[in-house]
Protein backbone atom coordinates (compact mmCIF):
# COMPACT_ATOMS: atom_id res chain seq x y z
CA UNK A 1 0.00 0.00 0.00
CA UNK A 2 1.04 3.07 -0.83
CA UNK A 3 1.29 6.06 1.57
CA UNK A 4 -1.56 7.87 -0.12
CA UNK A 5 -3.79 4.97 0.25
CA UNK A 6 -2.72 4.72 3.70
CA UNK A 7 -3.56 8.46 4.32
CA UNK A 8 -7.08 8.09 2.43
CA UNK A 9 -7.48 4.79 4.88
CA UNK A 10 -6.60 7.09 7.63
CA UNK A 11 -9.27 9.66 7.00
CA UNK A 12 -12.18 7.19 6.31
CA UNK A 13 -10.82 5.61 9.72
CA UNK A 14 -11.15 9.43 11.53
CA UNK A 15 -14.06 10.02 9.14
CA UNK A 16 -15.71 6.79 11.17
CA UNK A 17 -15.01 8.32 13.94
CA UNK A 18 -16.20 11.72 13.74
CA UNK A 19 -19.73 10.11 12.54
CA UNK A 20 -19.79 8.05 15.87
CA UNK A 21 -18.84 11.50 17.69
CA UNK A 22 -22.06 12.67 15.76
CA UNK A 23 -23.94 10.53 16.45
CA UNK A 24 -23.46 10.49 19.95
CA UNK A 25 -23.60 13.61 20.26
CA UNK A 26 -26.90 13.51 18.82
CA UNK A 27 -28.09 10.91 21.32
CA UNK A 28 -26.65 12.53 23.76
CA UNK A 29 -28.81 15.79 22.98
CA UNK A 30 -31.89 13.85 22.28
CA UNK A 31 -31.42 11.81 26.03
CA UNK A 32 -31.14 15.18 27.52
CA UNK A 33 -33.77 16.86 26.08
CA UNK A 34 -36.23 13.37 26.58
CA UNK A 35 -34.79 13.29 30.31
CA UNK A 36 -35.46 16.72 30.60
CA UNK A 37 -39.01 16.98 29.48
CA UNK A 38 -39.79 13.57 31.71
CA UNK A 39 -38.76 15.20 34.79
CA UNK A 40 -38.48 19.40 34.46
CA UNK A 41 -41.87 20.03 34.98
CA UNK A 42 -42.36 17.82 38.02
CA UNK A 43 -38.76 19.46 38.79
CA UNK A 44 -40.21 23.02 38.61
CA UNK A 45 -43.20 21.86 40.92
CA UNK A 46 -41.54 20.38 43.86
CA UNK A 47 -38.97 23.20 43.96
CA UNK A 48 -41.49 25.74 43.91
CA UNK A 49 -42.85 23.85 46.95
CA UNK A 50 -39.35 23.92 48.36
CA UNK A 51 -39.09 27.53 48.26
CA UNK A 52 -42.05 28.48 50.11
CA UNK A 53 -41.99 25.71 52.44
CA UNK A 54 -38.07 27.49 53.40
CA UNK A 55 -39.30 30.58 53.71
CA UNK A 56 -41.85 29.05 56.73
CA UNK A 57 -39.33 27.14 57.68
CA UNK A 58 -36.76 29.59 57.74
CA UNK A 59 -39.24 31.86 59.67
CA UNK A 60 -40.20 28.97 62.22
CA UNK A 61 -36.39 28.81 63.02
CA UNK A 62 -36.16 32.63 63.44
CA UNK A 63 -39.10 32.53 65.74
CA UNK A 64 -37.37 29.43 67.54
CA UNK A 65 -34.17 31.32 68.20
CA UNK A 66 -35.63 34.36 69.62
CA UNK A 67 -37.89 31.95 71.93
CA UNK A 68 -34.70 29.95 72.82
CA UNK A 69 -33.11 33.87 73.69
CA UNK A 70 -36.86 35.17 75.75
CA UNK A 71 -36.10 31.37 77.80
CA UNK A 72 -32.47 32.31 78.90
CA UNK A 73 -33.75 35.41 79.62
CA UNK A 74 -37.06 34.33 81.20
CA UNK A 75 -34.95 31.67 83.36
CA UNK A 76 -32.98 34.19 85.79
CA UNK A 77 -36.80 35.74 86.59
CA UNK A 78 -38.38 33.00 86.82
CA UNK A 79 -36.45 31.54 89.24
CA UNK A 80 -35.97 34.56 91.37
CA UNK A 81 -39.83 35.46 91.63
CA UNK A 82 -39.79 31.36 92.75
CA UNK A 83 -37.62 32.05 95.80
CA UNK A 84 -38.97 35.22 96.30
CA UNK A 85 -43.03 33.30 96.20
CA UNK A 86 -41.83 30.68 98.42
CA UNK A 87 -39.47 32.67 101.19
CA UNK A 88 -42.70 34.66 101.41
CA UNK A 89 -45.14 31.45 101.50
CA UNK A 90 -42.59 30.36 104.18
CA UNK A 91 -42.73 33.74 105.63
CA UNK A 92 -46.56 33.54 106.27
CA UNK A 93 -46.86 30.30 107.61
CA UNK A 94 -44.19 30.72 110.70
CA UNK A 95 -46.14 34.34 110.80
CA UNK A 96 -49.22 32.67 111.04
CA UNK A 97 -47.88 29.30 113.10
CA UNK A 98 -46.51 32.23 115.71
CA UNK A 99 -49.93 34.22 115.84
CA UNK A 100 -51.73 31.01 116.65
CA UNK A 101 -49.40 30.01 119.36
CA UNK A 102 -50.13 33.33 121.05
CA UNK A 103 -53.62 33.02 120.52
CA UNK A 104 -53.74 29.26 122.17
CA UNK A 105 -51.23 30.84 124.71
CA UNK A 106 -53.44 33.59 125.22
CA UNK A 107 -56.74 31.04 125.79
CA UNK A 108 -54.87 28.76 128.10
CA UNK A 109 -54.10 31.84 130.28
CA UNK A 110 -57.62 33.09 130.56
CA UNK A 111 -59.86 29.78 130.63
CA UNK A 112 -56.95 29.01 133.98
CA UNK A 113 -57.86 32.13 135.45
CA UNK A 114 -61.90 31.23 134.55
CA UNK A 115 -61.09 27.75 136.15
CA UNK A 116 -59.76 29.28 139.52
CA UNK A 117 -63.01 31.59 139.69
CA UNK A 118 -65.32 28.95 138.96
CA UNK A 119 -63.14 26.63 141.73
CA UNK A 120 -63.44 29.41 143.99
CA UNK A 121 -67.34 29.91 143.43
CA UNK A 122 -67.62 26.34 143.41
CA UNK A 123 -66.20 25.84 146.96
CA UNK A 124 -68.46 28.67 148.11
CA UNK A 125 -71.21 27.05 146.66
CA UNK A 126 -70.02 24.12 148.77
CA UNK A 127 -69.25 25.67 151.78
CA UNK A 128 -73.10 27.15 151.63
CA UNK A 129 -74.60 24.10 151.11
CA UNK A 130 -72.88 22.38 154.11
CA UNK A 131 -74.15 25.63 156.48
Known sequence: MSDE?????????ALGIEEIEQTA???????????????DPEMSKIESQL??????????????DELVVNKKEM?????NLEQ???S????????FNEQLKAITKEKKVKTKIIDREIKILEKELKSNKNK
Open 51 to 64: QKEQVIFDEIVKSI
Open 88 to 95: LKRDKKKA
Open 25 to 39: KQKEIYVKKRISEEY
Open 5 to 13: ELRDQINKI
Open 75 to 79: IPVIK
Open 84 to 86: KYN
